[in-house]
């Protein structure tokens, strides 16, 4: 009873606040429609092309059962953040666990919301797929597995990320990692059901049920470690004994701030102790390695760019690296930077009564973000063109390639983190999805204008595309001087609320 | 930048009103804080006490009338303004991430103090405030009254001569309540002018030189403890505060008088 009474609590809370959300901005709303439309349309054009030469043809030889686990991974890590966001790290919980509640219902109710959540999210993909699939493109033919497929690995991925959410918060480092250790091989289990039985794939879906009956089955364990955990992330009772241990004090530190004045050094140290204590940008160099890693995979199952047809074949390498710098530049300075204000929450007092210039606030929050930089050039811009043996003049471009998107995207992010800022703690100051969206394709449309434009020249003439791709990176920087400017004229702007 | 005389009080505010849509938070509000004063600032939840005081800090604007601070306009040179005060919110949210030492580091470097100086402030501070042994701890470990010690010693951390302090003594046990009252006094002892807003009537009576009762964001009652007590024909400040209020209202809806 206790589950059912949480599980519709949260559900009825969230149901409103997509609402509230729909309402207030119905023209985003529309836009956001179509753009989903348009890109399933894409996405399922592609996968028809594909499929009308073979499954192994093409650039990338992925198959069906691929795109499944890559959905799973998705889907997982979706659930850890929702977990995170909802249980894990959720000061409401008190509110909860202050009441005559057996824990466990409690857990299974919040646990059933998580699972209502992706299953709502599965339920308007596949929607959309279909409408987008009878309308425009009836010939392509999905096998039933596939689909089929989908419901499990939606449920598994949820339990799976509800238990390392739960797993990856123990105050004990030691425990932290045998758990999780010992939970990942459910991961590999799928990894390997998937691989072994992809010659017959109408087992895949009991394999998937089973799997999912073992991860649920470690959800009640997991409860049982939920005190400490959520301890842990809301109160940190549990490491009071602690001594805090900083990057700040490092030498890298030094290095870096060597030419800021002291009190923007403080406000930048400031912005990268947060930072990292927030997992944040843990989560995002996480990811960023990750990424680097499918791409030299990639790069391995690629078919030999000289056998492809001409342009093909000379764009096909560069394009992956660029996709690549995309997505890090995204996720490093886009997002974090979109959050960067918000993040404050109810902190947002302490700088704005300080006698501090605006500007100073932002010189420190861009800074802390570009901080990473030399992560996402080592492991996105020069792994894959180093193993495919690409010159030294395409080794510096993308290296100006990913200082350019830096800036231009943390400009960008900063910006519009200002714009549409977010004071909710519960979402760390995260914008709306449909806002997250428009920052993404605003980023798509200044990532060709920045890297694009200088990539053609650079088809044509090695030196004068360099000497471009170090312009746009010159005005990338530019840019961001301005939106640090406008963001500080943004921030005087705003008021805290009453 | 203006410079401020002798004469010139340390907080001065003229005709202020500030709006939150069709809500008069504050309305047409005008007192003085004279130099080592210590003046309170009363009103029921919701008065309009802590929109007042996030005006004074530069955390709202306006919708009209004038701040200065210190002979300062903290309306056309906020910066100048908050050099020249100390704030301590209702409930000072603190970055969690950061250790105690850290924190403070940051405010006063923040307000351009000389490292060695602020070192030395530091470890003043945390040791009055009792957190030397927490000073390396992550402010997230902190209890409420141990963030309140922090934040408060974060406003007095450059030692400025003008406080502004919201509910300072709430989530205090007495000890420290103590210790932060004669601070309060101690300050106003060297010429230093405190605002603090209050609806507890006791602290008031005991620490203030000057009050204002506010109700609805309007003023309905300012001058010395014993002034307002005359005006009211009361003899505690409390009542005084209870006839004010329950005045206010009572005029508003003569029809439906309170009932007991």
Known sequence: ?498 | MEASGPAEPAISVGHLTKRFGGLVAVDDLSFEVGRGQIFGLLGSNGAGKTTTLKVLTGLLRPDAGTVRVDGVDALKSPVEAKRRIGFLPEAPALYDQLSAREFLEMIGTLRDMEPGRLDRKIGELLDRMELSEFSQNNIGTFSRGMRQKLAFASAVVHEPNILILDEPLSGLDPRFGKLFKDWIKAHSGKGGSVLMSTHVTANAEELCDRVAVIDRGRLLAAGSVREVLEGSGTRTLEDAFVALVGGSRWQRSPSSPPTA
């Not at chain 1, 850890?80 to 790290?89: A, H, I, M, Y």
């Not at chain 1, 990057?247 to 930048?268: C, H, K, N, V």
């Not at chain 1, 929450?345 to 802390?368: C, D, M, T, Y």
């Open chain 1, 1 to 498: 009873m206790a589950a059912l009474t949480v599980f519709a609590a949260d559900s009825l809370t969230a149901y409103r606040s997509v609402l509230a959300r729909l309402r207030r901005h119905p023209a985003m709303t529309a836009w956001f429609i179509v753009l989903m439309l348009a890109a399933t349309w894409m996405g399922l054009r592609m996968a028809e092309l594909v499929a009308s030469q073979g499954l192994d043809a093409g650039p990338l030889a992925i198959q069906p059962h691929t795109l499944l686990l890559v959905y799973f991974v998705i889907m997982m890590g979706k659930s850890v953040v929702d977990t995170n966001s909802r249980v894990t790290q959720n000061k409401e919980m008190l509110l909860i666990l202050g009441q005559p509640v057996d824990i466990y219902s409690a857990l299974w109710g919040k646990f059933a919301y998580i699972v209502l959540g992706n299953l709502a999210v599965l339920s308007v993909a596949l929607g959309t797929a279909t409408v987008v699939h009878i309308a425009f493109i009836p010939g392509l033919a999905v096998p039933p597995w596939f689909v089929a497929c989908l419901v499990p690995l939606t449920l598994l991925a949820s339990a799976m990320g509800f238990v390392f959410s739960i797993l990856t918060s123990q105050p004990n480092l030691f425990k932290r990692a045998v758990l999780v250790a010992a939970f990942s091989e459910l991961a590999v289990a799928l990894y390997m059901s998937f691989d072994w039985l992809k010659g017959t794939p109408d087992y895949l879906v009991p394999a998937s049920m089973l799997l999912f009956a073992a991860a649920l089955s470690c959800v009640p364990m997991a409860s049982r470690l939920f005190l400490s955990a959520w301890n842990y992330e809301v109160s940190g009772a549990e490491s009071v004994v602690q001594r805090a241990t900083r990057p700040g004090s490092g030498r890298l530190f030094r290095a870096l701030s060597r030419w800021m004045d002291p009190g923007t050094r403080e406000l930048f140290r400031k912005e990268m102790v947060i930072n990292i204590s927030r997992k944040e940008v843990g989560g995002t160099l996480f990811t960023i390695i990750g990424l680097a890693i499918v791409l030299v995979y990639l790069r391995g199952r690629m078919v030999e760019p000289a056998a492809l047809a001409a342009p093909l074949g000379r764009l096909v390498l560069p394009l992956l690296v660029c996709v690549g710098l995309y997505i890090a530049a995204v996720l490093q300075f886009a997002m974090l930077g979109l959050s960067s204000l918000g993040k404050e929450g109810s902190n947002f007092w302490i700088l704005r009564h300080l006698p501090v210039r605006s500007e100073r606030v932002f010189q420190a929050k861009a800074g802390a973000l570009l901080a990473f930089t030399p992560v996402i050039v080592l492991a996105i811009a020069l792994p894959l063109p180093v193993l495919a043996g690409m010159g030294p003049e395409w080794l510096l471009f993308f290296v100006l390639a990913a200082l350019a998107l830096a800036f231009a995207f943390t400009a960008l992010g900063i910006w519009s983190g200002t714009v549409y800022p977010n004071f909710d703690e519960g979402t760390r100051g995260t914008p709306d999805v449909m806002t997250m969206y428009l920052i993404m394709m605003a980023c798509l449309f200044l990532g060709v204008l920045v890297v694009g434009l200088p990539g053609l020249v650079m088809n044509y003439d090695h030196t004068v595309g360099v000497m471009c791709m170090a312009l746009s990176a010159d005005w990338s920087a530019l840019f961001l001087y301005h939106a640090i400017r406008r963001s500080a004229r943004n921030y005087d702007a705003l008021e805290v609320g009453v």
